[in-house]
C-alpha cells in the first residue's frame, strides 16, 4: 500500500463500493519477467454527473428564449429596470380604492 489518497480512501471506497461505484484499472501480468505496471482507481462524481449536470442542461434549455433579451447594450438594460420598477410600484397602489374615491362608486 502507498501513501497515496487511493489508500487513505481505500476504506470508506470498500465500504461504500454500491454507492460511489469506483473504477478499478490494473496491469495484470503473466510475464516472467514483467515490465512496470502501474494500478488506477477512479471514483465517479455521482452527484455531479448524476444530478446536477442534468439539472444545469434542464435549467439552461429552459433560459433559452431569454437569450433574445439580453442585445449587450446598457440603455436597454436601464430600460428593464425601469419598467420593473413602475411595475411595482403600480401594483403596490391600492388600485381599487382609488378608482371608487375618483369614480365614487
Request: proline share 8%; aromatic share 12%; charged share 10%.
Amino acid at each position: 500500500m502507498a501513501y497515496t489518497a487511493s489508500s487513505f480512501a481505500q476504506i470508506l471506497t470498500r465500504l461504500f463500493h454500491w454507492v460511489l461505484q469506483p473504477r478499478l484499472e490494473d496491469a495484470v501480468s503473466q510475464q516472467l519477467f514483467p515490465p512496470p505496471r502501474s494500478f488506477h482507481t477512479a471514483v465517479p462524481e455521482q452527484v455531479m454527473d448524476g444530478v446536477l449536470t442534468p439539472l444545469w442542461a434542464r435549467f439552461r434549455r429552459t433560459l433559452t428564449p431569454l437569450r433574445a433579451v439580453q442585445h449587450g447594450r446598457i440603455q436597454q438594460y436601464l430600460m428593464y429596470v425601469l419598467l420593473t420598477l413602475c411595475v411595482l410600484l403600480a401594483s403596490s397602489f391600492p388600485l381599487d380604492q382609488i378608482l371608487v374615491q375618483l369614480l365614487g362608486w
